[in-house]
Every structure is written in C-alpha cells, then in structure tokens.
C-alpha cells in the first residue's frame, strides 16, 4: 500500500508530461538558435576587426608615404645652394644676394609645403644670418629652443617625426653630424589638426575614432575629447607594447561602455594608431534579435502552455467526468453519465461506461430486492416470536385483580394490556417513531408496576424532542425490559431499580437501560457479549436480546445494535446505539 502511494506522488500528470514534451522539442531549436546568434556576432565581431585592421594598415600606409615623401625631398633642399651660401657666408653677402637666395629658397619650401595637404608650414632655420624662412614670410630671429629641439642630437627616439610643444615635425640638417652644430636646419611642421580630422574619418561608425600613440616621445594625436579613453589607449599600447604586439584587436571597457579596439604600429613613425568603436554598434543588433529570440522564445512558452492546457482540458475534463462518475459508482451512486455527445474515444468510453451501469443497476436492484424480501421475512419471524411471549402473564394478573374486586386498577390494567399487545400486532409498519417506541416501553413499565407494585423503582428520563420523530424498528426497548425484570428485579427480596436514560451524538442515539440486579457476574458479561457478536451466525438463537441486536443491525449495520456492562446500580447495563440520520415520519 504504501508503495502505491509512493508511486501516486510521484506520478506526473498528463500536463507535465506535455509540457516536458514541447519543451524538450523547443529547447534544442532555442539553443542551437542563440547558437547560430552567437557565431554570428562572432563572425561580425571578426569582419569588422578585420575591416579596422584593414583601415588601419591603409591610414598608416598613407601617413607613411607622405612622410617618406618628404624624407626624400629634403635632402636635396639640405645641400641646397642657396642655404649653403646663407648658412656659410651669409654675413658676407650683399642684401641684394642675400635677397635673392632667401626668394629662392622660399620657392623651393613652398614647393615642398604643398606637397602634401598634410604640411601646415616649412621653415629653413638659418642661424649665421638669424633668419628663419618661412614659404612665404622671413623670421628675423631663430626660436632656440625650436631650433635645439629639432636638431639631430636631440633625436634619440629614432624615428622620422619630432613632437615638440604639441606639434609635430620632420627635420633635416646640414651638415649630418649629430654632436656638431648644424649650418642650417630645415623643418617640416605637419598640422596637427589635418591629422586629426583625417583620424577622425577612419572610422565611419558612430562613436567610433582612431588616436596615433607614441609612447617613445608621449605624445597622441586624436580628436577624443573625453581624457579617460586617451588615458585608457595610453595605458594599453605600452602593454602591448611590452608584449612586442605589432597588430590585432582587443575589447577595453572605457568608463561603462564596451569597445572594439584595434591596433597596428608603425616602424617608421614610432607609433601605434588605435583604432575602437562601441561594441553595442556590433552587438546591438545581434542583442536585439537575441531580444527578439527570447521575446518569440517566452511566447513559445506561453503557447505552449496553451496548448498543452488545451489538450490537458480536451483529456482531463472528460477523464475527470469518468473518474467521478466511477467515485461515485464505488460510494453506491450508480447512474449513467448523462448527455454523452462526444464522438471521440471519451464518447465510446462513456457509451461503454453508461451500458455497464446500467447493468449493474439492474442486477444490484434484482440483489437487492431478493435481500430484502429475505431480511423482512427474517423480521417478520423474529418479531412473531416475540408476541406470544407476555400474554399469559397478563391473564393471571388480570384474574388476581378481578378476584380482589379492584376494578379502577383492573380498568386500567385492560386498556395497558389493550395497548400493549395492540402495538406489538400492528402490521403496517417495521418502522415506528422513536416516541411512540418509548411509549410502548413505559406502557409495558406501567403493566410491571400493577404485577409488582411499589416494589421496583423506574426512573425513565425523557425524550428529546428533536429525536420524537425519527423512525426506529419496532419493539427493540420493551424485550431488553422485560429481561431485566425477568431475570434482575423480579427477583431482588427488598426491591430493585431501574434506570432508562439516553445519550446524544449527532445522528447517533445511545439507549442506557441499567438495573441493580446483583447476581450478575463478569463471566455472565462476557458470555452475553460474546452471544451478541455470534448472533449473525446463529440464527437459531431466538432469545429477546439476540433477535433486537440482530434486528438493530440488518437495519444499520454491524457498528450498531446492543452492548452489555457493568452498571453504576451494579446490575446489568444494556446499550442501544441507533442511528437516527433517516427521515423522520
């Protein structure tokens, strides 16, 4: 049983069994989709590294050959005539040759300023003369600290390009001699602003930009306003430059946002160009459709949920109409399941469930009615055997009384008489009110008192009266009387008592009926006791007692009928248990 019981907890129900189903159907195709979502980020994520890189290599080379470019075309100005005569023998010139070689110079700086759009200005610093000439003014001083800045002792980077003072140059001097003071020097300032701008349209994504870091002379230039990411880009070229990394792609965090960083260096220059855009622009449409995945997945859910509630409702609805119409076929309720209008398997099973109920009604209506015929004739008997049983008795008394010329109590022992076996030869009914069987207990009391006078004292509590008219089987309170006087008081020298009284609980009604016969002993109990429980076998025992509780019982049931004990009067006490739930007449 309780293995049953284990197994009933542990059963799932038809709509988890669905559910399970269709979930174990969806989950595959929802993982395998985020899946497909997630490689495609991936792959998105490494087509627009790679697009990065590829601008990267691009922008660089571009830079690159501009500033090798220029490389190329300063050493022809470097051994220039005309600075070698201003830079040697200026002093020693004439304003008109002076003149002439600085206009001639001037051409030639023009010539190479626009050379690239990426020049602002070209300067030839001359300090014999204490010019520096522009392209197309004249300086009438040399600025040291320029001038000590772009020589080639103080170039120990190595690299083409100089920062100074937040600008950017490419210099040439004259003579190539590194611990020696040069003639002339000429310098190629690039704008720092065109670099910018064209920095800034490397990338074409918004919120995206590009910096060119150099870490040997610390500077960068980018039109990045926010310090944080230049500081962040700062921080991660030199750990790349520690790892020697020359190009790639990473992912920084800059404040609470993610980007896509990547990177390539630059012999040449000295300087890595970086290059990041907003990973969300890569990941933000992929995050939205894998919003849309899980938006479509929790309506799946909901679907499924619908449907497997649709069939467990198609299912358990007329399943559970089975199984109560079967509850109540084991409560006794045999009936048809009514308006069986389906046409699926639960229209065969209810048509099929409906012909087998029929047929038992009829067999159990045919069980019945055979039992019950059998169980009024078994009353019909036992009730005869109690008729005759008080009217000799009755005769005697009535003669004594007859004799002794007392006709008033004579009078009245004829109408107790009267009733008395008027009552218990009625046929109309096995049934009488609870009432009216009290009543004809107290009448065969009242024919005891005249047989014995004041002798046996009767103590007979009322009835309540909510329980007047429930209906009981006749004749079950007078026979239990009659054997207490027979064989209890009747027999006491000095008298005796008895004690009829009643206990309520619910439905249920308790007859006490005790007496202070003293000649009762356990073992007479015990045998009492044991002849009631054995009384459905017996059915030739035939004494008052065994036929009241055998009746008691064919009417209720077997947890009804008498009981016998001890009473506080220390006789016999006699317990009716009736169940009172019946109509009332």
């Known amino acids: 049983m309780g293995f049953r019981n284990a197994l009933k907890q542990n059963r799932q129900t038809i709509f988890a069994k669905l559910m ?29 590294s790679q697009s990065l890189a590829s601008r990267n290599d691009f922008y660089l080379n571009m830079l690159q050959l501009e500033v090798e470019r220029v490389m190329r075309v300063l050493p022809e100005y470097v051994v220039d005539k005309d600075l070698m005569a201003l830079g040697s023998t200026g002093n020693f010139l004439n304003d008109y040759e002076k003149i002439d070689n600085i206009v001639a110079i001037q051409r030639r700086l023009n010539l190479i300023k626009y050379n690239s759009h990426y020049i602002q200005e070209v300067r030839a610093y001359i300090p014999m003369i204490q010019r520096t000439i522009l392209s197309t003014t004249i300086e009438t001083t040399v600025n040291d600290e320029e001038f000590n800045a772009l020589q080639l002792v103080n170039n120990t980077h190595g690299t083409a ?26 310098g190629v300032e690039l704008s720092v602003d065109k670099l910018k701008q064209s920095l800034s349209e490397v990338i074409s994504i918004p919120n995206g930009n590009a910096a060119l870091v150099n870490l040997k002379q610390g ?3 980018s ?13 991660h070229t030199s750990e790349l430059s520690r790892q020697e990394a020359s190009a790639g792609y990473d992912t920084l965090r800059f404040g609470e946002d993610l980007y896509m960083v990547s990177y390539t260096y630059s012999e040449a220059l000295g300087s890595y160009l970086v290059s990041y855009v907003p990973e969300s622009y890569v990941t933000g449409p992929i995050s939205k459709y894998r919003n849309w995945i899980l938006g479509v997945s929790v309506l799946s859910v909901f679907i499924v949920l619908f449907f497997s509630m649709s069939i467990y409702r198609m299912i358990h609805s007329p399943l559970k109409g089975l199984i109560g119409a079967f509850r109540r076929m084991r409560n ?22 409906n012909e087998t109920a029929i047929h038992l009604k009829t067999l159990i209506q045919e069980n019945y009615e055979q039992k019950i015929h059998s169980q009024r004739s078994e009353l019909k008997r036992l009730q005869s055997q109690i008729n005759p049983h008080f009217l000799y008795n009755c005769f005697f008394v009535l003669c004594r009384l007859i004799k002794s010329e007392d006709l008033e109590l004579s009078y009245r022992f004829c109408q107790y008489v009267g009733d008395y076996f008027q009552y218990i030869t009625r046929d109309d009914s096995d049934e009488v009110p609870l009432q009216t069987e009290m009543k004809h207990a107290g009448t065969y009391v009242d024919i005891q008192k005249v047989c014995y006078g004041g002798r046996i004292q009767v103590q007979f509590d009322e009835l ?4 007047e008219k429930r209906r009981v089987p006749r004749l079950i309170l007078q026979p239990i009387v009659e054997n207490m006087y027979k064989h209890a008081v009747s027999q006491m020298l000095g008298g005796g008592k008895l004690w009829i009284h009643m206990a309520y609980d619910g439905d249920d009604l308790t007859i006490y009926m005790e007496d202070s016969g003293g000649g009762l002993t356990d073992e007479d109990l015990e045998r009492l006791n044991r002849k009631l429980n054995r009384s459905a076998q017996s059915i030739e025992d035939t004494t008052g007692l065994i036929n009241v509780h055998r009746r008691i019982q064919i009417k209720y049931g077997a947890d009804y009928g008498l009981s016998m004990s001890r009473s506080e009067l220390g006789g016999l006490r006699a317990a009716i248990r009736l169940s009172l739930k019946e109509g009332v007449e």
Do not use: C
Not at 25 to 44: C, F, Q, R, W
């Open 223 to 235: 039109d990045e306003t926010d310090a944080t990411i230049i500081a962040a880009l700062r921080s």
């Open 219 to 221: 500077w960068t230039v």
């Open 464 to 467: 309540d009266p909510a329980y």
């Open 332 to 353: 006794g309720d045999i009936e048809p399941i009514g308006d069986v209008k389906r046409h699926d398997e639960f229209g065969y099973l209810y048509t099929a469930y």
């Open 20 to 48: 399970l189903t269709f979930i174990a159907v969806l989950a595959p195709l929802y993982v395998l989709t985020l899946i497909i979502n997630d490689k495609g980020a991936e792959s998105t994520r490494k087509e627009i």
């Open 161 to 186: 390009l100089t920062h100074w003072n937040d600008r950017l140059f490419i210099s040439m001097q004259y003579p190539f001699i590194a611990n020696r003071m040069p003639l002339f020097l000429i």
